[in-house]
């Protein structure tokens, strides 16, 4: 099963970019999905989630930067991110999880220079 993560790129700090990511049609019943990141040398860490629901959660470092949005009936997940900084200079992973199993995507390289 493959997550299409797209939106990744190279942005000037305090640029914005908006990365999503499709599951596809064959998981049903999502009950969260995501994105994590890795910074070289780094281990990998929660960026954001939202429920099914719509409740979101977000790793401090994004707070109030970072707005992560989700489209339930296209299994599609967003992450709007702005006033990015170097900080932010990772790899992007998007997860979803069911109540049985839990996927990953391929990743998005986010870049950000001073």
């Known amino acids: 099963v493959q997550l299409q993560a797209l939106g990744g790129g190279s942005v000037q700090a305090g640029g914005s970019l908006r990365l999503s990511c499709a599951a596809p049609?064959?998981?049903?019943?999502?009950?969260?999905m995501g994105w994590y990141r890795q910074a070289a040398g780094k281990q990998r860490e929660l960026v954001a989630t939202?429920?099914?629901?719509?409740?979101?959660n977000y790793a401090d470092s994004v707070k109030g930067r970072f707005m992560i949005a989700r489209a339930v009936a296209k299994n599609t997940v967003y992450l709007q991110m702005n006033s990015l900084t170097p900080e932010d200079t990772a790899v992007y992973y998007c997860?979803?999880?069911?109540?049985?199993?839990?996927?990953w995507g391929q990743g998005t390289q986010v870049t950000v220079s001073s």
């Open positions: 939202i429920t099914s629901n719509g409740f979101t």
């Open positions: 997860h979803t999880r069911t109540s049985v199993d839990a996927y």
């Open positions: 049609e064959s998981i049903r019943s999502i009950s969260v």
